[in-house]
């Protein structure tokens, strides 16, 4: 606890509770700063408490979400950029190391972010998963997490990372599909417990599902495509509930999809969108026919898990087949597009904007906290 108290000169004379409603407010790096003033406030800030209510004020502050941008094909490669979701297209941004990478650097990609910690996995010949990290851009922490198993486990592998509420515990789902599995439609789980730094195997087995897109967490859950077929089109999406540990469903409506949509499923993208599920559609004959310009759409889940309330918000036209990135905080879309280019497109007003990113980026959203590993 503070002490405001007049016998000791270590501490600010601020009542606890007003130097709790100001530290709340700032950034990460003025409250790193801020636990160098004295014993009772580097108590405070590293309180879990504070690290929750600190997390949750940061969660509805447009000027503490960034864009990290990994680009392993860049000149620098142990430096990531973290752009302002405010000013996007403006040149500046900041950099901050990677401390993680080897030497020489290795590829690695973005599992997913949570809460402010971002999982990203080290990728080789035969896949990704053998080395994996969590990590806090902010704080400047990072922790290798140990292998799952064997390095001769190889095989086509899913991850996804998430927080477990209810246990207040950071895990990443690992699903190994051998051949035989992924012809039985069914794959091997294990899953990552920072609380006890350990890994455990789940048993039953998991549903197969789209393999190169990366899981979207959302309301306690991961989410993939499915890749049941059923007449040449993907119906559904994959949810594990992160602090159950058990898999489910939510079907997709038949309005969602274009006629003759055989192909669909590398053209969609999930992400979210103001805290509801929304589904990016690449459609239109730019798919096959590069010159041509391709149809996008947005829906949204309203209530989520009610296949009945997917709501279309609005379609757009942009040159060529594009790929999708995800969406910023005030709900601006993170796209490339042919010829080479990031760009954003704002909704409201249907213009595009330029980005100063690679299209080889690693893009992941991410707000600021003191999440500790």
């Given at each position: ?6 016998d ?28 160098c003033?004295?014993?009772?406030w580097r ?65 690695y ?65 690992r699903?190994l ?9 069914s ?16 048993e ?23 890749s ?91 040159s ?54």
């Open positions: 606890m503070m002490s405001s108290s007049s000791n000169d270590d501490d600010p004379k601020l009542p606890h509770d007003v130097a709790i409603e100001v530290l709340k407010r700032l950034p990460v790096k003025s409250l790193l700063r801020c636990k003033v004295c014993r009772s108590s405070a800030i590293d309180d879990p408490r504070f690290v929750a209510l600190h997390l949750s004020h940061s969660a509805l502050d447009a000027s503490r979400w960034h864009l990290v941008c990994l680009d392993w094909c860049g000149p620098v490669q142990n430096r990531c950029s973290l752009l302002s979701h405010q000013s996007l297209a403006l040149p500046s941004r900041s950099q901050t190391e990677i401390p993680f990478v080897t030497t020489p650097p290795g590829s990609l973005i599992v997913g972010s949570c809460n402010g910690l971002i999982c990203v996995t080290e990728c080789s010949r035969d896949g990704y998963g053998r080395a994996m990290y969590l990590w806090n851009p902010f704080t400047r922490k990072h922790k290798a997490v140990r292998r799952p198993g064997p390095d001769m486990e190889t095989g086509r592998m899913v991850l996804g990372f998430g927080f477990d509420a209810r246990s207040i515990d950071y895990k990443i789902v699903i599909y051998f051949p035989d599995d992924y012809r039985r439609r794959g091997r789980v294990k899953i990552y417990s920072l609380l006890t730094d350990s890994w455990r195997s789940l039953g087995e998991a549903p197969a599902f789209r393999l190169d897109n990366r899981a979207v967490f959302l309301n306690g859950n991961l989410h993939w495509f499915a049941y077929r059923n007449e040449g089109r993907y119906r559904s999406i994959v949810s594990f509930d992160v602090a159950g540990e058990v898999f489910d469903e939510m079907a997709l409506l038949e309005e969602i999809f274009p006629v003759d949509s055989v192909y669909l499923l590398s053209y969609m993208y999930m992400a979210v969108l103001n805290d509801s599920l929304a589904v990016f559609i690449n459609g239109g004959e730019a798919v096959d026919h590069p010159e041509l310009d391709s149809v996008c759409s947005v829906w949204v889940m309203r209530d989520y898990g009610v296949p009945e309330s997917w709501t279309k918000l609005y379609n757009f036209k942009a060529g087949p594009v790929g999708f990135d995800g969406f910023t905080w005030n709900g601006e879309l993170l796209i490339k597009i042919s010829g080479g280019e990031q760009v954003s497109w704002n909704p409201i007003t249907g213009q595009f904007a330029n980005l100063p990113l690679s299209t080889t980026c690693n893009l992941v959203t991410v707000v600021e906290s003191l999440v500790s590993l």
